[in-house]
């Protein structure tokens, strides 16, 4: 079958995609940036890739006739705080418009657990979303589910981060609120099982795992699973506010994404509907077995995809080739030359920076950078990086985004995303005589930004002076 994938460099699409492409499937990938898409080059000459924005004006003809089945994927709560219902709904009649221009048959649209009658509006815009594919011309399935478990999701992520740095905790009483977790094994499964299924068509399925629990008791099962004990005490006096801020500047979430949870996290999740578990023939995994998964997965450096890879886990939601081309002119430069001893050593160091193994040099001032970040709403040091030693462009890499990585050419470009009066790039690249260049670009908006360059300018003779040493001769 020909498949339409939107959504596909998001953290369900690149889950998503390389199995279908292993049963077999013709895969056109939907994005709203080509350049972004953290596929390796053997899977890109294996996949069709058009960019899309279903957030503007529909182009005719620019989907093949022959689509067969498409996966609805996009999702829009971490863009904005305010209207993210509205841009989700303008999506779903944009991408309806799409694809009335095809065949389709099929239209398999991963939602959120709507059961409760009093809905937040991160659930209320799912269902919306449903409401407006149902009118498309196709087969609608809607696979419903709550929090997904797996290595690189948001609520994982969040979960490892309140109980690794958190023994012991003083939540909101939201914590006492039950929801059912799903492994992202499962969701994937029960996403390919109802593929061209037609006994699935024109209806809504639950999916979910067996444990119901309290999101108090997803904390104490994931310390219980990693072989320690933490403490939790709730208090009825933290707001939702409150209970936002306290996620963001504990956990690698973006605030739009924290209070959006938080919202959320008030509503029970509960699956009301087994009916896809028997259709299917699947059995899903316990929320301890789901977190053994995902530890195997970060174990073996194999995590696929990660939330924090999104371009809306920092505050870059900009098309990335506009900011490919470095400025020349305007700027204020550090510009730090040195030759390599060993290339190849020199390329690897490169490409691991940053995350675990840090920036090489001064790391102590790196953390203050990142905190100091992370108080002016930035996204600070805490998101890492999904992959030790790879990097495609459109990664988060700490408070940075990937822009270029081009290890054939040498050559990796990064754009900042931490909170400045400017913009700022950092390069590095070895010529052919084997000179490494490192250089620090930023464009100051004003005399603040003239007046901050300045002011971290002696923190800037060292750090960049040794972070350059180290990487080329360590």
Request: hydrophobic share 40%; with cysteine; aromatic share 10%.
């Amino acid at each position: 079958m020909k498949i339409l994938l939107t959504g596909a460099n998001g953290y369900i699409g690149m889950r998503l995609l390389p199995r279908l492409l292993e049963m077999g499937h013709e895969v056109v990938c939907a994005v709203r940036d080509e350049t972004r898409l953290s596929i390796d080059k053997e899977t890109r000459k294996k996949v069709e890739v058009i960019e899309i924005d279903f957030l503007q004006e529909v182009a005719p003809n620019k989907l093949p006739k022959d689509i067969d089945v498409a996966y609805f994927l996009i999702h829009l709560m971490t863009v904005t705080t305010k209207n993210f219902d509205e841009l989700e709904a303008q999506a779903a009649r944009n991408f309806n418009a799409y694809v009335a221009r095809t065949n389709i048959k099929q239209v398999i649209y991963l939602s959120g657990i709507v059961n409760d009658q009093n809905l937040s509006k991160h659930l209320w815009s799912r269902k919306n979303v449903e409401n407006i594919l149902q009118d498309g011309p196709f087969a609608l399935t809607v696979l419903r589910a709550g929090i997904i478990v797996g290595s690189g999701s948001s609520s994982f992520e969040i979960i490892r981060d309140l109980c690794e740095k958190l023994p012991v905790m003083v939540t909101p009483k939201w914590v006492l609120t039950k929801t059912q977790p799903i492994a992202i094994r499962d969701v994937i499964n029960f996403l390919l099982g109802v593929l061209g299924h037609e006994q699935t068509y024109n209806d809504s399925f639950d999916i979910a795992g067996p444990d119901v629990l309290t999101y108090k008791e997803m904390l104490h099962q994931y310390a219980e699973a990693r072989g320690f004990k933490n403490w939790i005490y709730t208090v009825p006096v933290m707001t939702p506010k409150l209970s936002s801020y306290w996620l963001y500047f504990v956990t690698s979430t973006s605030y739009k994404l924290a209070l959006n949870l938080v919202d959320s996290m008030k509503i029970e999740v509960i699956a009301e509907d087994t009916r896809l578990q028997d259709i299917l023939g699947i059995q899903p995994h316990t929320y301890k077995e789901a977190i053994d998964m995902a530890f195997i997965k970060i174990a073996q450096n194999s995590v696929v995809s990660s939330w924090k890879d999104s371009m809306v886990s920092g505050n870059f939601n900009k098309n990335l080739e506009k900011y490919i081309q470095v400025p020349k002119f305007g700027v204020l430069k550090d510009v730090q030359t040195l030759k390599v001893e060993d290339e190849n050593k020199a390329l690897d160091n490169i490409w691991k920076i940053g995350g675990e193994t840090g920036w090489y040099y001064g790391g102590w001032l790196w953390k203050i950078r990142g905190f100091l970040d992370k108080l002016n709403g930035g996204p600070g040091l805490r998101r890492g990086r999904t992959h030790p030693d790879k990097i495609f462009p459109g990664d988060a890499l700490d408070f940075w985004r990937v822009l270029l990585a081009d290890k054939q050419k040498k050559r990796l470009l990064l754009f900042a995303e931490m909170r400045l009066p400017g913009e700022a790039w950092l390069e590095f690249h070895i010529d052919d005589n084997n000179v490494l260049h490192q250089t620090a670009t930023f464009r100051p908006k004003g005399l603040k930004g003239r007046l901050y360059w300045y002011s971290v300018l002696p923190f800037h003779f060292f750090i960049f002076g040794g972070m350059i040493r180290n990487l080329a001769n360590s």
